[in-house]
């Protein structure tokens, strides 16, 4: 085997993960580059999710995929011509949807040998969310159980991971998923009741490994490594006890199916500045410190709503120190951002909660521009201590008349003024409008 096979937990046509591809697909070298449409082919919007993920890999990542459309059983010439397509494509990309209705649609088809056949010539499988829980010997039914009620039992899986790296096990992307609120949606929705539940009953030597949100778990097959990247960690558990691997680990593969301390490679060590953390029943790998190793990438926003949020809070913050320049580079962070995410298939309001933030952004702005960003006492100081200076001049006078009147002068026009044993001094308290 000398291609790599890619584990996406989420954020597949997310800004998160444009670097992975980038590298990924340019280790697979030229050629084609197919996107499958099978986990999300049942859905009334397949069409504009393929759209989508196109424009994603085109704009954002700087690579045409070409979509290759199997949303039902095939079989005959048309099976061959798809079997075809993948075996001789240097990239295979499979993301969202279910994961039952794709094992459906490619059981017995020979797609699992067509995929296989990718990664030993040096290409590159990538598999996320939906497509990355058929990889394992088993997958869960996230769909059946979660939405529809069904008991907690596994489903067959496409036992790719096995066979293109001797790991026996149950992936589980979405592993660190928390938008449940008033329940727990972790481990793909299962919660930890359920996964325990599960893995009662795993195959015979599986166990389970856990890719987070917006990460990525890179299996090197040539060089026989297991790199994490992205925003999260991986999680290799085994009957409820973990241990995880954060982000900028470097490892043996067969790493990944020990319960233990696991093996780092050669030459790799734990820089004292890096902070990794370790769960309940062992310790984190350390990160690789060998030259050209892949490092941690700074946490970008795992979603627009918290690029919205961040955006947010920069612009607040600039308006409040005046500063005009770092309050337009907000808005225009935003902007970006929400052109970053356009192609992003996850479906939810946060592109709405976007928007809705970036034009009361630019309201604000006009505010600004309206009443002035500069502090409105510094422009009126002139003014206002020449007037102070007149005052003083009649008090010292005892012209306590003119003095009344000009203190009461700025009064309206919203300067307090306090005399003190060391002169006037003075607040601008603009009027309310």
Same mark, same amino acid.
């Given at each position: 085997?000398? $291609?790599?096979?890619?584990?996406?937990?989420?954020? !597949?046509?997310?800004?998160?993960?444009?670097?992975?591809?980038?590298?990924?697909?340019?280790? &697979?070298?030229? =050629?084609?580059?197919?996107?499958?449409?099978?986990?999300?082919?049942?859905?009334?919007?397949?069409?504009?999710?393929? !759209?989508?993920?196109?424009?994603?890999? =085109?704009?954002?990542?700087?690579?045409?995929?070409?979509?290759?459309?199997?949303?039902?059983?095939?079989?005959? &010439?048309?099976?061959?011509?798809?079997?075809?397509?993948?075996?001789?494509?240097?990239?295979?990309?499979? *993301?969202?949807?279910?994961?039952?209705?794709?094992?459906?649609?490619?059981?017995?088809?020979?797609?699992?040998?067509?995929?296989?056949?990718?990664?030993?010539? $040096?290409?590159?499988?990538?598999? +996320?969310? +939906?497509? &990355?829980?058929?990889?394992?010997?088993?997958?869960?039914?996230?769909?059946?159980?979660?939405?529809?009620?069904?008991?907690? !039992?596994?489903?067959?899986?496409?036992?790719?991971?096995?066979?293109?790296?001797?790991?026996?096990?149950?992936?589980?992307?979405?592993?660190?998923?928390?938008? *449940?609120?008033?329940?727990?949606?972790?481990?793909?929705?299962?919660?930890?009741?359920?996964?325990?539940?599960?893995?009662?009953?795993?195959?015979?030597?599986?166990?389970?490994?856990?890719?987070?949100?917006?990460?990525?778990?890179?299996?090197?097959?040539?060089?026989?490594?297991?790199?994490?990247? $992205?925003?999260?960690?991986?999680?290799?558990?085994?009957?409820?006890?973990?241990?995880?691997?954060?982000? *900028?680990?470097?490892?043996?593969?067969?790493?990944?199916?020990?319960?233990?301390?696991?093996?780092?490679?050669? *030459?790799?060590?734990?820089?004292?500045?890096?902070?990794?953390?370790?769960?309940?029943?062992?310790?984190?790998? #350390?990160?690789?410190?060998?030259?050209?190793?892949?490092?941690?990438?700074? +946490?970008?926003?795992?979603?627009?709503?918290?690029?919205?949020?961040?955006?947010?809070?920069?612009?607040?913050?600039?308006?409040?120190?005046?500063?005009?320049? #770092?309050?337009?580079?907000?808005?225009?962070?935003? !902007?970006?951002?929400?052109?970053?995410?356009?192609?992003?298939?996850?479906?939810?309001?946060?592109?709405?909660?976007?928007?809705?933030?970036?034009? =009361?952004?630019?309201?604000?702005?006009?505010?600004?521009?309206?009443?002035?960003?500069?502090?409105? #006492?510094?422009?009126?100081?002139?003014?206002?201590? =020449?007037?102070?200076?007149?005052?003083?001049? +009649?008090?010292?006078?005892?012209?306590?008349?003119?003095?009344?009147?000009?203190?009461?002068?700025?009064?309206?026009?919203?300067?307090?003024?306090?005399?003190?044993?060391?002169?006037?001094?003075?607040?601008?308290?603009?009027?309310?409008?």
């Amino acid at each position: 085997m000398n $291609g790599r096979l890619v584990i996406m937990g989420s954020g !597949e046509t997310a800004p998160t993960m444009v670097e992975v591809h980038r590298s990924t697909l340019r280790a &697979a070298g030229h =050629g084609p580059a197919l996107l499958l449409d099978t986990p999300y082919g049942f859905q009334e919007n397949a069409d504009d999710i393929t !759209e989508k993920a196109i424009a994603y890999f =085109g704009r954002n990542v700087g690579r045409m995929v070409t979509p290759l459309p199997w949303r039902r059983r095939l079989a005959g &010439a048309e099976l061959d011509r798809a079997l075809a397509a993948v075996r001789t494509a240097r990239s295979v990309f499979a *993301g969202p949807g279910s994961p039952t209705y794709a094992l459906r649609v490619w059981a017995g088809s020979g797609f699992d040998d067509a995929a296989a056949t990718v990664a030993a010539n $040096g290409g590159t499988v990538t598999f +996320a969310s +939906a497509a &990355a829980l058929t990889l394992g010997v088993v997958a869960v039914p996230v769909y059946e159980i979660y939405k529809s009620g069904a008991d907690p !039992e596994w489903a067959a899986g496409t036992n790719l991971l096995e066979r293109l790296t001797g790991l026996r096990a149950a992936l589980i992307p979405h592993y660190d998923n928390t938008e *449940g609120g008033t329940h727990s949606t972790r481990f793909c929705y299962l919660g930890d009741r359920r996964l325990r539940y599960l893995e009662e009953s795993l195959p015979d030597g599986a166990h389970v490994i856990g890719v987070d949100e917006h990460t990525a778990l890179v299996l090197d097959l040539a060089a026989g490594t297991a790199s994490v990247l $992205g925003n999260g960690t991986v999680t290799v558990r085994h009957a409820g006890s973990s241990r995880t691997l954060p982000a *900028g680990t470097v490892v043996d593969i067969a790493t990944l199916r020990e319960s233990g301390s696991p093996r780092p490679r050669v *030459g790799v060590s734990a820089p004292a500045s890096r902070g990794v953390s370790a769960s309940k029943s062992g310790p984190p790998v #350390a990160a690789d410190s060998r030259p050209g190793a892949p490092a941690p990438s700074a +946490a970008l926003p795992a979603s627009l709503r918290e690029s919205a949020d961040r955006a947010r809070a920069a612009f607040a913050a600039a308006l409040a120190e005046r500063d005009a320049d #770092a309050a337009a580079a907000a808005v225009l962070d935003l !902007e970006q951002a929400i052109s970053d995410w356009t192609a992003d298939t996850l479906q939810s309001d946060d592109g709405d909660h976007a928007r809705r933030t970036l034009r =009361g952004m630019v309201l604000e702005l006009a505010a600004a521009a309206r009443d002035g960003l500069t502090d409105p #006492a510094q422009r009126i100081a002139p003014l206002v201590e =020449g007037l102070l200076e007149r005052r003083a001049a +009649a008090r010292e006078a005892r012209d306590f008349a003119t003095a009344d009147v000009l203190r009461n002068r700025l009064t309206a026009a919203g300067v307090e003024v306090r005399d003190s044993p060391g002169g006037p001094e003075w607040t601008l308290h603009p009027p309310h409008t």
